[in-house]
C-alpha cells in the first residue's frame, strides 16, 4: 500500500521508523539493563586450571570468592554494587528515552 505523495524512503522515515521506535526503546533497555553481565555460564563452564587466569569476569570472580574462597560478605557486596550499577545504567537509559521521545518505560 502507498501513501499519496511519499516515496518508498518517505514512508520508511514517517511511517515505518515511528512505528518501530516503541520497540527499539524497549530493547535498548533490555539490553542496557544486562550490559554489565557477561554470561557466567560460559566463562564457569570452560574454565579449566590452564586459563582461569585470564578469562575472570565479575560474575566468576563473585562464584570464586564466595564458594571457592569462603568470603560470602565480601561476595555478596560485590553481587549487590554490580545490581545498584546495573539499576543506575537502566534509570539513566530511561531518563534519556523520555528526554528524547517524550514517553518511557518507567
Do not use: C
Not at 554470561?39 to 585470564?54: K, R, S, W
Not at 570464586?64 to 554490580?82: D, E, H, N, P, W
Amino acid at each position: 500500500m502507498s501513501v499519496d505523495g511519499a516515496n518508498r524512503w518517505g514512508r520508511i522515515r514517517h511511517i515505518t521508523i515511528p512505528g518501530l521506535m516503541p520497540t527499539f526503546v524497549v530493547l535498548f533497555l533490555l539490553s542496557v539493563g544486562n550490559f554489565i553481565s557477561a554470561g557466567f555460564d560460559q566463562y564457569f563452564l570452560f574454565a579449566n586450571p590452564m586459563v582461569t587466569n585470564n578469562i575472570e569476569v565479575l560474575d566468576t570472580f563473585v562464584y570464586r570468592t564466595g564458594i571457592t574462597l569462603g568470603q560470602y560478605s565480601f561476595a555478596s557486596a560485590v553481587g549487590i554494587l554490580k545490581t545498584m550499577i546495573s539499576i543506575v545504567l537502566l534509570f539513566t537509559a530511561n531518563w534519556i528515552a523520555k528526554k528524547t521521545r517524550g514517553q518511557s518505560i518507567i
